[in-house]
């Protein structure tokens, strides 16, 4: 894996990924994270037949309950984009089918929280097949699913990346911009294994970006150095790179120079990035939305403290959801958010030998 | 009742080769199993020996398959070969799935067998998904999916059927009902015993058989995968049979009542259709016997070839995760 990403030092999070784009004079266009969604599929579509769609609500004219597939149906025929019954173990099996009999099966789970339902065609079929069939089949499928839904409640917005992290065999992908949503998700597509794919609501129709209007992909397996600095590396994806970097400026009026990594892919985890600029800074902070109790950030400060324990200034600091169902009222919110990241990363630094 | 076609002379001979080759090679891993020397879950298979030599005559090439654990008779019926059944039976490396699935995974792709699954009901969704393929191929192959009586009573099978009854799949949905779910009776299990009842309400043609009857096996089976193949939609086949073995190779087998088991036993598939083959002259002895005693050299040179393949090398622990075979993870 190698670790050219950390060279990387734009103000907006682009990353490797630009390189990636079809030569020079490359069309864009400004785009939400759901309408670079929507362009990698169509992009997909167009270029590859065996891209099919599939899940619940996706043709139109609803085209999907978050509108990421809007348009597809008909665009490319109710053939190629199916709208399916509420069925998420049916969706997910057929999708793996569909891989089997040589297609590449885009399947849409409404929320994170159903994945559970479809959890064991994803656990314990998508995930295994080719190790099960030494390495005769292949299931390249894509379960694009969505997050972040606290207005609905506590089954409509789990962060279960860490269970998928955990299932040897399954390839976990959280895009945190427009223009990595419409990269990683092409890349998903086309890639031979099973991705999950997830998205977050906030992030789906606020910000827009300059997107490539055409195939554009950015590899998965790449971290993403986002901004440098000296003083502590900050390691986050989805969600929490806006607040993530938010408290970086906060940081840097405090004196504090923090470098940000948006890990885009939580597996493969691109750990040659993370353990090169954590050596160079020698402190280090996860942040996610997800529990923090056995969250992706266990995992990777426990890799950061068994390989770089003689240079690690302080432990690893993590910050995730505190360990509770997500909560309704906004009061509740037991989430990181700017100010606890600036608290809790100044409180690290300053409390550690220079 | 004989104005009704059967299968011709060569026909009947194939059906119990297959049969023949099903018996003899479920009691050996039966005996290997309760000696200790097969160190693996095995689920014995006697009683599907008549839906299995029934469906292997008329599945047609290119026709596909996706079966449960309880899968040695299906492998037999689509045709891989027994060396590499038994062979990954042991975990060698010249087993289908080179020693890294086991019985509950016997898989392959050539032959037509697309996967089977340790987990109960789960293939119907991913047989509805390569149907679709052959649906949107163009294609007039069939996938067929087997499945035992309990299955019917899990969630996946009933979005499994719906969802091909809705798209008008080519499909087969077969039923191979042994009258118990793990140690449980079907009747105390569902209040609706009749299988074939329940799934017609799907949408789907839906008809039952008596699944240790080889001739009439072979007539419905033909017939519903004529109409999944015509394009009319799925098809579901409730075949009747009765689990003449325990759950397990070395399972407890106790709790059967013994009239009922003794009757069932009575009707044993593959010494009954020998001796029908006989009664109607459809086969002669001489040849049957014949075809016993290949049964049995094929069984034996099976187990020989397994226990001479080599077991996987430990780097082969690692391969096949994700399709680049040289990532590790926190390399």
Known sequence: ?354 | MESLEVPDADACERMYRSMATITVADARVRTEAKAGRLRAACYPVHGLEAVCGALGEVLRDGDQLVSTYRNLADAVAIGVPLRSVIAEMYGRVDGTSKGKGGPMHLHDEQAGLMGTTGIVGSGLPIAVGIALGAQLDGSDRVVVATFGDGATSIGAYHEAINLAALWKLPMLFLCQNNQWGEHTPLAEYAAETDLAKRAASYGVRASAVDGFDAVATWRELRAALEHARSGAGPAFVEAHTYRLAGHTSTADYSYVPAAELAAAMERDPSPTWRKRLVAEGWVDERTLARVDDEAQELVEDAFAFAAASPEPEPEQLYTDVFADASWRVGA
């Not at chain 1, 907006?12 to 990924?17: D, E, H, I, Y």
């Not at chain 1, 069309?27 to 939400?32: A, F, G, L």
């Not at chain 1, 003689?310 to 958010?337: C, I, K, M």
């Open chain 1, 1 to 354: 894996m190698s670790t050219e990403a950390a060279g990387q030092t734009t103000g907006q999070p682009t990353g490797p990924g630009t390189a990636q784009a079809s030569g020079p004079g490359t069309e864009t266009s400004q785009m939400t994270a759901a309408m670079a969604m929507n362009s990698a599929l169509a992009c997909a579509m167009e270029a590859d037949g065996r891209v099919i769609v599939l899940g619940e609500d996706v043709a139109d004219p609803i085209g999907g309950v978050f509108k990421i597939t809007k348009g597809l149906s008909t665009r490319f025929g109710t053939r190629r984009v199916r709208a399916t019954p509420i069925a998420e173990q049916a969706i997910v099996g057929t999708s793996i089918g569909l891989a089997m009999a040589g297609y590449r099966p885009v399947a849409e789970i409404m929320f994170f929280d159903f994945v559970t339902i479809a959890s064991d065609q994803l656990v314990n079929h998508a995930a295994k097949l080719r190790y099960m069939s030494g390495g005769i089949s292949s299931v390249p499928i894509t379960v694009r699913t969505t997050v972040g839904g606290a207005r609905f409640g506590a089954q409509h917005a789990q962060s279960l990346e860490a269970w998928f992290m955990h299932t040897p065999g399954l390839k976990v992908v959280m895009p945190a911009t427009p223009l990595d949503a419409k990269g990683l998700l092409a890349s998903c597509i086309a890639d031979d294994d099973p991705c999950l794919f997830i998205e977050h609501m906030n992030l789906n129709y606020k910000a827009k970006q300059d997107v490539p209007v055409g195939d554009f992909r950015i590899p998965l397996g790449r971290a993403n150095v986002v901004e440098t600095g000296d003083d502590v590396t900050l390691i986050t994806y989805g969600p929490m790179l806006e607040p993530t970097l938010k408290a970086r400026e906060e940081l840097a009026g405090r004196g504090v120079g923090a470098e940000v990594i948006d890990l885009r892919t939580l597996m493969p985890l691109d750990l040659p990035t993370v353990l090169a600029s954590v050596a160079r800074t020698r402190r280090a902070a996860v942040i996610h939305e997800a529990t923090q109790f056995c969250g992706p950030g266990a995992e990777i400060s426990s890799q950061l403290h068994e390989r770089l324990w003689h240079e690690l200034r302080a432990p690893v600091l993590r910050l995730g959801a505190e360990y509770t169902p997500v909560p309704f009222a906004a009061s509740l919110n037991g989430q990181p958010d700017t100010a606890k990241i600036v608290d809790a990363v100044a409180a690290l630094v300053e409390g550690s030998p220079a």
